[in-house]
């Protein structure tokens, strides 16, 4: 079977920045494709030379993962251009096997042999409790957002491992809520705090119900409880295969529809698993009037932040093609891998 060089750039090309949310073909940030056999090298570039590690893996693993399920592809390699930690990236991108996620709780609570930990923790849950409250108190200073974020892949890996801990918030330093529910407005506040990070389309969103939302059991099954964090949803997507997912809401977005039930409540409203996980305050269906107005607002938003995030990202990429990569003007001895403090 003969592999066509224009079916890979189409897969390659339709990944999209997270962050600017355009796609590498729209952006002209696919170089070349190579291919033998059934193996294929995709090149490409970013805006930005200094590129978050986080987002230029993403995007190459993305790539992989696309080109892999053309018909015939039985490896695709991805290969970074103009990056300065252009090795450390790639070998991220193209490994086989998972990457570790719990080197920062590792570190922090200074559990060497997290499989040891595990196993005392099946045997004993307090103990993956009293790990969790470490890793929060090694975080100190770190506002109540970044702990949540921080912590889920820990609170994650115990539940899925048969540690039935608690997913409650850690302890951090309180933060003003990102937006006020005290009013339609903040219904449409909600959706938009709740469509960031999730990965969820409006539709999807609308049709969620509160009995969707929860934390998950060791099979990853979802259990309700609106209360949860990380707070888990479970919904079947808009497009594609119906068959039921599970993603998450951002911590700000969880803050934000706590706070929109608690109105429900205070006005009588009894919670119901089968009410709707996006309501007004007397637990009807959001409006037509305010889904046009969010999505107007999401679609603004999308747009505002992707034309500065381009902006900044190339001006800050011509910068360094102009000067030189950090460091490559420093005379004298070097006493510290930069790599460390990326």
């Known amino acids: 079977m003969t592999i066509d060089v224009q079916a890979v750039r189409a897969a390659a090309g339709s990944v999209r920045d997270p962050e600017i949310r355009r796609s590498l073909g729209e ?31 993403s995007i190459g693993q993305d790539i992989r993962k696309r080109v892999e399920a053309i018909a015939g592809v039985t490896s695709c390699e991805v290969v970074l251009r103009d990056h300065f930690l252009r090795e450390k990236i790639q070998e991220r991108i193209n490994a086989r096997g998972p990457v570790a996620s719990l080197e920062r ?72 809520l990102a937006l006020s529910t005290t009013n339609e407005q903040g219904v449409e506040h909600v959706i938009l705090l709740a469509l960031i990070g999730s990965g969820l389309r409006l539709a999807e969103l609308l049709r969620l119900r509160l009995g969707d939302a929860g934390s998950l059991d060791s099979e990853g099954r979802l259990l309700p409880d609106i209360e949860a964090d990380p707070l888990a949803v479970q919904f079947t997507p808009h497009r594609g ?98 790599e460390e403090y990326i």
Not at 32 to 51: D, K
Not at 259 to 281: F, R, V
């Open 27 to 57: 952006m002209g940030l696919l170089d070349e494709v190579q291919i033998e056999g059934r193996q294929v090298m995709v090149h490409f570039h970013l805006t930005s030379p200094l590129c978050p590690t986080k987002f230029a893996t």
């Open 241 to 338: 295969k119906h068959t039921q997912r599970i993603t998450f809401l951002a911590y700000q977005a969880r803050q934000a529809l706590l706070g929109s039930l608690e109105q429900s409540t205070a006005a009588g409203q009894p919670l119901d698993l089968a009410m709707p996980l996006i309501a007004q305050s007397d637990g009807s269906k959001v409006t037509s009037a305010s889904v046009k107005r969010a999505r107007s607002r999401s679609r603004s938003l999308i747009r505002a932040t992707s034309e500065t995030n381009v902006a900044l990202c190339r001006a800050t990429g011509d910068f360094f093609r102009e000067w030189g990569l950090p460091g490559s003007r420093f005379e004298g001895p070097e006493e510290f891998n930069i």
């Open 105 to 176: 709780f590792r570190t922090m609570t200074g559990h060497s042999d997290l499989e040891a930990l595990l196993q005392q923790a099946i045997a004993e849950p307090a103990v993956a409790e009293q790990a969790l409250v470490a890793f929060a108190t090694a975080m100190a200073g770190y506002t109540e957002s970044q702990v949540s974020g921080l912590a889920m892949g820990a609170k994650i890996w115990f539940r899925l491992n048969g540690v039935a801990i608690p997913w409650r918030p850690l302890a951090g330093v309180a933060s003003p």
